[in-house]
């Protein structure tokens, strides 16, 4: 891989463990009176979180930062008209959902599964910053390559063949009742919805940082389709 391209994903990866969910960029709000939109967050800050633990499918719960973060995006989602809101099977998922949607009594929760973290496998339940000092290339490649996964579970190519027919599926839902939706999911499944409607490069997607409920971001469903950015990419070191 090239030089350049390996540092900026090894900040990214060292970024993260310091910082979990800062975000150094706005997430995109587009707006309009005519069409429906997509409100896209992610969960809370979570026990895992916090320890710097490899969550994956573990039910790791919010802790008291990550609520009070769920709590500002309600704030900001107030006046927002939301009519459904899928979250995933884990409860970080659906418990900032219930927060931050809040104000908004009529809400329907559908659960679907396409959109939960990625599966850490055999790494879930581990230390971040032990893997790193232990082997901080394969840390790395673990954490942010885009097609080597860890042992028994998902690298994040595999996350976007189930988010992406997802995405498909709700943008015609979306269009074709005209609703407003709202996904409550989680770091690596939001790095795949974000490339599906914001058409990221593979290389964006993998060094982006999305933050830890607080923010959102927001898309219009307009007539015409979107079109992910498929253009290949090398990321895994030599």
């Known amino acids: 891989m ?10 990214a990866a060292i970024d993260s463990i310091k910082n979990p969910g800062k975000n150094q960029k706005k ?5 309009s009176p005519i069409y429906p ?37 309600a704030e900001k989602l107030k006046g927002k ?19 931050a949607l809040k104000y908004h009594k009529d809400v329907k929760y559908i659960q679907d599964d396409r959109i939960i973290e990625r599966n850490y496998g055999d790494l879930m339940g581990m230390s971040k910053e032990k893997l790193m000092k232990d082997n901080e290339d394969l840390a790395i490649k673990y954490r942010r390559s ?25 943008v015609d839902r979306v269009r074709r009742n005209n609703v407003n939706v709202a996904l409550s999911v989680h770091g690596n499944s939001m790095r795949a919805i974000r490339r599906y ?11 982006v940082e999305n933050p ?13 389709h979107f079109e992910v950015n498929k253009t290949p990419a090398k990321t895994d070191p030599d």
């Not at 090239?2 to 900040?11: E, F, H, M, S, T």
């Not at 997430?27 to 707006?31: D, G, S």
């Not at 996964?149 to 599926?169: A, I, N, Q, T």
């Not at 409920?213 to 898309?219: F, G, H, K, M, N």
């Open 37 to 73: 939109e997509i409100y896209l967050f992610r969960h809370g800050e979570t026990f895992d979180n916090r320890n710097r633990v490899f969550s994956g499918w573990r039910d790791s719960k919010l802790t008291p930062t990550g609520i009070k973060q769920a709590e500002m995006l």
């Open 81 to 99: 008209n939301i009519d459904l809101c899928f979250v995933s099977s884990l409860s970080r998922s659906q418990d900032t959902a219930k927060i």
């Open 146 to 170: 885009y097609d080597f996964p860890p042992p028994k579970g998902e690298s994040l190519k595999m996350v976007e063949k189930r988010v992406f027919p997802f995405c498909d599926e709700l």
């Open 212 to 224: 830890l409920a607080q923010e959102y971001a927001e898309y219009v469903v307009k007539s015409k």
């Open 2 to 11: 090239d030089k350049k391209l390996w540092a900026k994903i090894k900040k």
């Open 197 to 207: 409607f914001e058409k990221l490069s593979i290389e964006e997607a993998l060094t």
């Open 27 to 31: 997430l995109p709000k587009e707006e």
